[in-house]
T-cell receptor, first 112, second 114 residues
């Protein structure tokens, strides 16, 4: 089944404790993105990647890192999480040319 | 700066009614427009994708139209069912950019009453 998977789905952590949210897609898509969703602000892009080893900042990149060492994986790294990073995070992927975006199930992160 | 607006913010209809959700965007230079459905606490499910050169797309009871020049899209749902209850989001991908960024509206919360 074609899909985007994220892990973990739920995470509660404390300020400053490094964490990684994994994202994987099995559709051989070139493009991948991370978004966060917050009440009243909607979905905003954090980082994106056009292909392996090619990443760039979206609208709200502060406090986040990403890597794209393999085409299928695009992990989101929070090196020192803070409470303002409490949010619902989505990974998405799309095929170059068509650009229809497919989203993962989301990761709900709480930073205390 | 592209802004996407969805009206109404919430809508409640009785089962069986046909309904229209509206989406407007400020910059007509878009590559495509995508409609999504989001159930509470869940991910986004892609419903329809309209490329900038297209006027409409249909899938089952759903029909989405696009008028780039006026910066508008509508999602028509025929014969609504309680299972259609969800938040509907529209998003535009700006033309010519390599950012792969979708700019989302804040959604319409739809409740279909049995």
């Amino acid at each position: 089944e074609a899909q985007v998977t994220q892990n973990p789905r739920y995470l509660i952590t404390v300020t400053g404790k490094k964490l990684t949210v994994t994202c994987s897609q099995n559709m051989n898509h070139e493009y991948m993105s991370w978004y966060r969703q917050d009440p009243g602000l909607g979905l905003r892009q954090i980082y994106y990647s056009m292909n392996v080893e090619v990443t760039d900042k979206g609208d709200v990149p502060e406090g986040y890192k990403v890597s794209r060492k393999e085409k299928r994986n695009f992990p989101l790294i929070l090196e020192s999480p803070s409470p303002n990073q409490t949010s619902l995070y989505f990974c998405a992927s799309s095929l170059r040319g068509r650009y229809e975006q497919y989203f993962g199930p989301g990761t709900r992160l709480t930073v205390t | 700066k592209q802004e996407v607006t969805q009206i109404p913010a919430a809508l409640s209809v009785p089962e069986g009614e046909n309904l229209v959700l509206n989406c407007s965007f400020t910059d007509s230079a878009i590559y495509n427009l995508q409609w999504f459905r989001q159930d509470p606490g869940k991910g986004l499910t892609s419903l329809l994708l309209i490329q900038s050169s297209q006027r409409e797309q249909t899938s089952g009871r759903l029909n989405a139209s696009l008028d780039k020049s006026s910066g508008r899209s509508t999602l028509y749902i025929a014969a609504s069912q309680p299972g259609d209850s969800a938040t509907y989001l529209c998003a535009v991908r700006e033309g010519g950019g390599a950012t792969n960024k979708l700019i989302f509206g804040t959604g319409t919360l739809l409740a279909v009453q049995p």
